[in-house]
Structure formats: structure tokens, C-alpha cells
């Protein structure tokens, strides 16, 4: 039987190529840091992770997961309410409520698996979900999994979610659900408007906030801190694999009574191993840096703001905004994935995006800034920018 499938696998996997689209992986030869080794080759500077603040080969995080194998030891092997619960699990779960100043936080292996587990477990056929279109994948899947009605209203667009609105009135509860920052575009949601829509047709809030806990709002508190809606949302996921550390694991975060009944029912936290003890008590040693000083989430705004100003004076098109994730439009995605190689050349690690990740007619080289990265490294990245655009 298997050999009808190779051959249709080995089809699609061929378009997939042929379309331009097939994702090779380039391996990385050191810890993830501003620069890095791809392959054999020489260290070059790293502008596509998600290490905003720089953590993921920080010696305090590094001491601190090294510390936690020696007390914890390695793994858990079992899930939360078995055996798989220890005194680092309650104290980051403290942390990050506190961090967000919510009333309470359930940890997950990821921020996917947190988004997978929260929509089934609290809305049923009688309820709706109102969902923004470019909302990430993981919203997309946790609400597929859901029983709710499911509604779309176009990005960020406050005249289309209100009809949505008042097209679910009849539904027992609704819930907004929206990415804090859309990470293809680095664009924020209105958050202050959701949260106000949804006072007045008493609907719920949710924030997808990965591409900002940590680093986004005056003391980098996220996108509510941002927009002074801490208080108006009801949920917010996010993960510790992007500014809080860079490993894995996520969380949801919120109002006291959604948090017990995500640890009664939610599939993914019940069915899945418990963090590891390492990036437990790593996350905890992100949190308490972030607590203590603000020194990263400066250098990291210089950082952003050199770039941006830096391109559109070179007379690059950058999608707007003041966000880390920094999108240089190209529109053909031949000439993006052109672009990415002839700057790995002069040695700017970058990816270009094209459909079906982003629209067609839109690629992309897609860079995202670090508080790791230098001054002299964000010039070099824009003067690569502009001697690979001579070879274009």
C-alpha cells in the first residue's frame, strides 16, 4: 500500500519544490545568538530569530538551567497532575501572573498546545468565537477543535468585528480572539478598541501575545500593557520560546476560574509531559531579569529604531510600525529568495517569506531585531542590505 502513497507524497513534495516553496533547513553550528555559524561556514549575523532580548545563550539563563538539572533533575516523565508537578512549575506559573498582573497561569508545553487546549474546553455549540483572519495557526486549529460558531472579521478592522458582533448576537457567550502582534507584518491589534467593542456587546478578550510578553509596553509587559487594558482582558497565551528564554513552553494566563478549569479539562495540559525542569527555572531567571532592569528592552528599542530609520533613508520599503519584526517588502518571491541568499553572502543571516506564508505579490525579506545585536551590527545588516541590492 505505501508505495501508491510515496508516489503521491513524492508528487506534492515535488510541486511544493517546483512552486518555489519547499522550506530547506539550514543548520545552525552554535547556540543561537546574534551571530551565529550556518553550516560550515563562517559566523554571520543573525536577523530572522525570535531572541528579541537576546536570553536564548544568556550565561544567567545558561546557570540557572544547569543548577535546576543538578536539584530537579532532567525530565518529568509524567504529566501536571500525576506526578509531574514541582515547586519550579508553581513558582514560574506565579511569576508570569504576576509579570502580567493576572490572577492566575497554566503552563503548557507550548504556546500551540495552550491555544489548542483553551477554546474546546471553555465555549460550546451555543457560543461563538469571532476570530481575526491573520490570526496565527494555532488560534486557527484551537478553534477548528471547538464546537463554538465561528466568525472572521478582516485585520484589525473595528467596523467588520462590530458586524460580526451583532451577527453572533444570539450566542450564549462570545469570545474575541486576536494575535497582540500579527508576526508577519510586526502590525499590533487595537487593543483598546477590541476591549471596547467588547464591553458593549459583552463579549470576551483573548490575546495570542508570543511576539511580545517580554519586550512590547513601557515595562515590557505585552500588547495590553501597551494599550492600558490589562484589567479588560480576559485571556492571554504566550510562549517562553521566543523573548523569555528561546527554548520551549507556553502559557495561558487570565481570570482565576478559566485557569482551574483549563487544569480540569484542557486536553493538551492533561495529556502532555510537564516542562522540563531546566527551562523552568530558566524562564524564572528571564522573568526576574526583566523584573529587575530594564537595560534590554532599551537596547532592543535603540536597536529597532536604527534600523527603520537607517532603510527608509536607503530608500528601502518597510512595512510601518516601531515593532522589532521589520518586514522589507520585495513582492516577487524569486527576487526575496535572491535577495536572502545574496545577503547571507555578505554576511546577513535573513529568510524571505512568500506565499502561501504571506499573499501572493507580497514577499518579503522578513528581519527581526535583538537586544544582542550591536549598533555596528545593525549598520552592517542595512549596508548588506543596500551592496546586495546592487547585485539584484
Not at 480572539?177 to 476591549?195: K, N, Q, R
Amino acid at each position: 500500500m505505501y508505495g501508491e502513497l510515496k508516489n503521491d507524497l513524492r508528487k506534492t513534495i515535488d510541486e511544493i519544490r517546483e512552486a518555489g516553496l519547499y522550506k530547506a533547513e539550514r543548520v545552525i553550528g552554535t547556540p543561537q545568538n546574534a551571530a551565529v555559524r550556518v553550516g560550515q561556514g563562517d559566523e554571520v549575523l543573525n536577523f530572522c530569530a525570535n531572541n528579541y532580548l537576546g536570553l536564548a545563550d544568556h550565561p544567567r539563563l545558561i546557570e540557572a538551567a544547569k543548577t535546576a538539572l543538578d536539584e530537579w533533575g532532567f525530565g518529568m516523565a509524567s504529566v501536571r497532575f500525576i506526578c509531574g508537578t514541582q515547586e519550579p512549575h508553581k513558582e514560574l506559573e506565579r511569576k508570569v501572573s504576576e509579570f502580567l498582573a493576572t490572577d492566575d497561569t497554566i503552563l503548557y508545553s507550548s504556546c500551540f498546545d495552550a491555544n489548542g487546549g483553551l477554546f474546546e474546553t471553555l465555549l460550546g455549540a451555543e457560543d461563538a468565537i469571532i476570530s481575526d483572519e491573520l490570526n496565527h495557526a494555532s488560534i486557527i486549529d484551537g478553534v477548528r477543535l471547538s464546537k463554538a460558531r465561528r466568525y472572521r472579521y478582516k485585520n484589525r478592522d473595528m467596523d467588520d468585528l462590530e458586524r460580526q458582533l451583532k451577527d453572533s448576537a444570539d450566542a450564549r457567550y462570545r469570545l474575541i480572539a486576536t494575535d497582540g502582534v500579527f508576526s508577519m507584518d510586526g502590525y499590533l491589534a487595537p487593543l483598546d478598541e477590541i476591549c471596547d467593542l467588547a464591553e458593549r456587546y459583552n463579549a470576551l478578550v483573548m490575546v495570542d501575545d508570543s511576539h511580545a510578553v517580554g519586550f512590547t509596553g513601557p515595562t515590557g509587559r505585552g500588547t495590553p500593557e501597551l494599550f492600558g487594558v490589562q484589567d479588560r482582558v480576559d485571556i492571554v497565551t504566550g510562549t517562553l520560546g521566543k523573548a523569555l528564554g528561546g527554548a520551549s513552553g507556553g502559557y495561558t494566563s487570565g481570570r482565576a476560574e478559566i485557569v482551574e478549569l483549563l487544569r480540569q479539562r484542557s486536553r493538551p495540559y492533561l495529556f502532555s509531559n510537564s516542562l522540563a525542569p531546566s527551562i523552568t527555572a530558566a524562564a524564572i531567571a528571564a522573568l526576574d531579569m526583566l523584573s529587575s532592569s530594564s537595560e534590554l528592552l532599551t537596547q532592543l528599542r535603540s536597536n529597532t529604531e536604527l534600523f527603520r530609520r537607517r532603510m527608509t533613508e536607503e530608500g528601502f520599503d518597510l512595512l510601518p510600525g516601531e515593532h522589532p519584526i521589520i518586514p522589507v517588502m520585495i513582492g516577487d518571491a524569486a527576487e526575496a529568495a535572491r535577495l536572502a541568499d545574496l545577503l547571507l553572502e555578505q554576511g546577513i543571516y535573513v529568510i524571505g517569506f512568500s506565499y502561501p506564508v504571506v499573499p501572493h505579490g507580497k514577499a518579503r525579506i522578513r528581519t527581526q531585531m535583538s537586544a544582542a545585536h550591536t549598533t555596528q551590527d545593525v549598520n552592517r545588516a542595512v549596508d548588506a542590505f543596500v551592496a546586495a541590492r546592487a547585485k539584484m
